[in-house]
């Protein structure tokens, strides 16, 4: 089978650094993408991961271990502006580049002042 | 250069009746995949388009269809709606042998209400 799972919600201050964790398990492994979602918005790519370690991209960064079925995004020097639902997703292989995405059930992280 | 855009943003249906959904992919891309988000939870594959086929399909009952036509665009239609129907369909455009990172672009959704 295949499942994901990350935390349902997550709340952290302005200024602060967040880490939201994914954890996977599928029939086969082709690369992990994070989104981000705003509420009535369609989601926005922000990272892809196909090998070990860390991407880091400004003030997002995104960690994959795959021996582990383990991702997390990291969040830093947050921005309300960043309060938004946050997809973790997989590509099964198999299904190869072709579009199909197995998506967790996304977190949403709220941003305090 | 248009993203992927879809038709209608918002529509409210009654239970029992048909709707259709369409959606033109980001210029150079040649497969369509469309996914159903109910609110609170993750996009769901519903299933993806490519060379006017059906190529994969999650698990949706038939009355979930689709189509493409030879300018790449799609439509998705569902029959004899029921309230749990009621979600943002997405659809997501790529091309067919592309990997990594850019595999996927996604259009902003129509939100279906179904009463």
């Known amino acids: 089978g295949q499942n994901i799972d990350q935390p349902t919600e997550m709340t952290a201050t302005e200024g602060a650094i967040v880490q939201i964790n994914c954890t996977y398990q599928t029939s086969g492994f082709n690369g992990l993408f994070w989104y981000q979602q705003h509420a009535g918005e369609a989601p926005t790519f922000l990272s892809y991961?196909?090998?070990?370690g860390l991407e880091e991209k400004g003030r997002f960064s995104s960690f994959l271990s795959r021996s582990k079925g383990y991702s997390y995004l990291l969040l830093k020097e947050l921005q309300m502006k960043d309060s938004a639902s946050y997809l973790c997703a997989v590509t099964a292989s198999g299904s190869g580049n072709t579009g199909k995405l197995i998506f967790g059930q996304g977190t949403t992280l709220q941003v305090k002042p | 250069d248009a993203g992927v855009t879809q038709s209608p943003t918002h529509l409210i249906k009654t239970r029992g009746q048909q709707v259709t959904l369409r959606c033109s992919p980001k210029?150079?891309?040649?497969?369509v995949s469309w996914y159903q988000q109910a609110l609170g939870q993750g996009p769901q594959f519903i299933f993806q388009?490519?060379?006017?086929?059906?190529?994969q399909r999650g698990n949706f009952p038939d009355r979930f269809s689709g189509h493409q036509f030879p300018n790449y665009s799609s439509e998705l239609n569902v029959n004899a709606l029921l309230l749990g129907d009621s979600a943002l369909y997405l659809c997501?455009?790529?091309?067919?042998?592309?990997?990594?990172?850019?595999?996927?672009?996604f259009g902003a959704g129509s939100r279906l209400t179904v009463l």
């Open positions: 991961n196909v090998l070990d």
């Open positions: 210029s150079g891309h040649d497969t």
């Open positions: 388009y490519y060379e006017e086929e059906e190529r």
């Open positions: 997501a455009s790529s091309l067919q042998g592309a990997t990594g990172a850019n595999v996927l672009t």
